[in-house]
């Protein structure tokens, strides 16, 4: 497969251009040679209005009149308008276009030029007659200008596209050039890409260290060990937590004083056990049971809910159950903290923060060192892309198929 950095591609192109320059010359013959002999006409115009500027030619000494040095002054400002001004060597739709575009654009200034300074020759025997010849070949200029304009828009710009060509094969050859530049511009940073992305590697592996540091899989066990006992409590303490929900709504209720803190805890005990437990307050929740077991025949509960509350409450206040679980739950408790302590200690929350910070800010630059330059590769290549479909859509159009060279369509599709 050719590349876009085969000289084939080029020669192809070029090939391609060139034939198909001689078959539009062919088509547009006429029209061409119509827009062509009008614009001979404006530049002829053009012409006679530099050699009116001669008229207004004065040499200025220290004791010229002002109104000599205005008359210089619009000599100058005619020349430097359409002295530089040549027709297109080809006759083109864009070509003709920019010359007309250069000549309005050159009239318009002129004009205020004319409307400054002509005003100020009061010496009406002196310079009359030059401006008078401008005035006249200026119009002239301008009225055969329309008529170039009015003959490209009628007769030329339907034939605008298939004359486009060209330019689009011209923008394919600009584009493919500046590819090859990127490519290798590329080549160049290759160095600079790979010593990057050994930082980025090396920051990467220094993070999956801290991240799979020891301490970190025995919090995750030890984590992972709570939840287990968490989930078991839940169900352990059902009935228990179902009783201490109706013992306060009944104390407020009756108005029996009870300890707010008390309720507090019991609240937290229901909705995790295992951080009430590990943290020291069975003999609290002791207290509190001793309470719900007091209060337990008024709660208004089912017959078969009393007595599975009064079980689960015997069993953990009189036969040392709840002592048990706040043993394991304890030790379960220190375990963790113990292994916060650690991990505290040597920092790796903020380790790894910065870590992930510093090879964020790697990634990056690794990015910026080729992003810019494969992002307007990608641009360039869909440009190319587009044109070529555009160029055999054309073609197909006007019958000119055969031209357009296939091997390319590998390249540009």
Do not use: C
Request: glycine share 2%; hydrophobic share 35%; aromatic share 6%.
């Amino acid at each position: 497969m050719l590349s876009l950095e085969s000289q084939e591609i080029e020669q192809q192109l070029n090939s391609f251009r060139k034939s198909y320059s001689e078959f539009i010359s062919k088509e547009l013959a006429n029209v061409r040679k119509k827009i062509g002999s009008r614009v001979k006409k404006v530049q002829e115009k053009i012409n006679r209005v530099l050699i009116d500027a001669d008229n207004f030619h004065e040499e200025i000494t220290e004791t010229s009149p002002t109104m000599d040095k205005y008359s210089l002054k619009i000599e100058e400002e005619v020349k430097a308008t359409f002295s530089s001004l040549e027709p297109p060597e080809i006759i083109t739709y864009l070509l003709v276009k920019e010359y007309i575009d250069e000549i309005t654009k050159g009239l318009t200034k002129l004009d205020n030029v004319f409307k400054k300074y002509v005003p100020l020759l009061k010496d009406k025997k002196k310079y009359t007659k030059r401006v008078k010849d401008m005035d006249r070949d200026i119009k002239k200029l301008g009225n055969e200008l329309l008529k170039l304009q009015s003959e490209l828009q009628h007769h030329y710009e339907p034939h605008r596209e298939i004359e486009s060509v060209i330019d689009l094969i011209d923008e394919i050859l600009e584009r493919k050039e500046r590819i090859e530049q990127i490519e290798k511009e590329l080549r160049k940073r290759e160095k600079d890409v790979q010593e990057q992305k050994e930082v980025v590697q090396g920051l990467q592996t220094e993070l999956e260290k801290v991240r799979s540091h020891e301490l970190l899989g025995k919090l995750e066990e030890a984590n992972q060990e709570i939840h287990e006992m968490r989930k078991n409590l839940d169900l352990e303490f059902s009935e228990i937590k179902k009783g201490l929900k109706k013992l306060w709504k009944y104390l407020k209720k009756n108005r029996i004083d009870y300890n707010k803190e008390d309720q507090r805890l019991a609240e937290q005990f229901s909705s995790d056990p295992v951080s009430v437990l590990g943290t020291g307050h069975e003999r609290t929740l002791v207290s509190i049971f001793a309470l719900l077991e007091k209060h337990a025949s008024k709660l208004q509960l089912k017959k078969d809910k009393e007595e599975a509350l009064k079980e689960a409450l015997n069993a953990m206040i009189n036969e040392g159950k709840l002592n048990k679980i706040a043993q394991d739950a304890k030790q379960a408790w220190e375990k963790r903290e113990n292994i916060r302590r650690q991990l505290t200690e040597l920092k790796l929350e903020e380790i790894e923060k910065e870590l992930e910070r510093k090879l964020r800010d790697a990634q990056r630059d690794l990015d910026r060192i080729t992003e810019a330059l494969e992002r307007e590769r990608k641009e360039q290549l869909e440009k190319i892309k587009q044109n070529w479909s555009k160029i055999k859509e054309i073609a197909s159009n006007i019958g000119a198929s055969e031209l357009v060279p296939t091997s390319l369509d590998q390249v540009f599709s």
